[in-house]
T-cell receptor, first 108, second 117 residues
Framework: KNEVEQSPQNLTAQEGEFITINCSYS?????LHWLQQHPGGGIVSLFM???GKKKHGRLIATINIQEKHSSLHITASHPRDSAVYIC??????????FGTGTRLQVFP | NAGVTQTPKFRILKIGQSMTLQCTQD?????MYWYRQDPGMGLKLIYY???????DKGEVPNGYNVSRSTTEDFPLRLELAAPSQTSVYFC????????????????FGPGTRLTVL
């Protein structure tokens, strides 16, 4: 069993829809990252959070440490949001454990 | 700033050949990382470095070597290429202060797609 599980694996949406991507982990962590991998392969860090909620533009990330769960929300989705979204957790050491990603496609 | 740059972008190797994947960052970051990404799998850490002259193994170091002679450069060496090393390789860097590394944002390079035949 992977230490970091993401759901769904694939997600399609119409432009304007509210999107939720989930991340569950099985180990105690000190931080969680959300990353975006563009269709061309480049990876960009979106959020790092250790508690509560963070917002950046149309993106909102939440984490519940007790339930070992995090969500990434995209409001008013747009085709340019189409990408793979990756959850990664840090536990015990200074190395990240990555989920396998959620592939999002937003259609006009 | 160019950020994190990687060369080459693509490479095809024959079994047993050697090559070096180059990674350079111009952000004066102290930490640098090498990851590999296989289809359908999460990124796996190969090696990392906390500063010039200091490197350590990650989750999947076998078949690879690294060095960190300067703050800017962190090359990854494949000595005897094997088909199992076919993957996309990402270099990343971060500036770490304080007691908890990797709570800071990691900046990724564009990746190197390597095929071993």
């Amino acid at each position: 069993k992977n230490e970091v599980e993401q759901s769904p694996q694939n997600l399609t949406a119409q432009e304007g829809e509210f999107i939720t991507i989930n991340c569950s982990y099985s180990v105690g962590i000190s931080a969680l990252h959300w990353l975006q991998q563009h269709p061309g392969g480049g990876i960009v860090s979106l959020f790092m959070l250790s508690s509560g909620k963070k917002k950046h533009g149309r993106l909102i990330a939440t984490i519940n440490i007790q339930e070992k769960h995090s969500s990434l929300h995209i409001t008013a989705s747009h085709p340019r949001d189409s990408a793979v979204y990756i959850c990664a957790v840090l536990y015990n050491t200074d190395k990240l454990i990555f989920g396998t990603g959620t592939r999002l496609q937003v259609f006009p | 700033n160019a950020g994190v740059t990687q060369t080459p972008k693509f490479r095809i190797l024959k079994i047993g050949q050697s090559m070096t994947l180059q990674c350079t960052q111009d952000m004066n970051h102290n930490y640098m990382y090498w990851y590999r990404q296989d289809p359908g799998m999460g990124l796996k850490l190969i090696y990392y470095s906390v500063g010039a002259g200091i490197t350590d193994k990650g989750e999947v170091p076998n078949g690879y070597n690294v060095s960190r002679s300067t703050t800017e450069d962190f090359p990854l060496r494949l000595e005897l290429a094997a088909p199992s090393q076919t993957s996309v390789y990402f270099c990343a860097s971060s500036y770490v202060q304080g007691l908890f590394p990797s709570t800071d944002t990691q900046y990724f390079g564009p990746g190197t797609r390597l095929t071993v035949l």
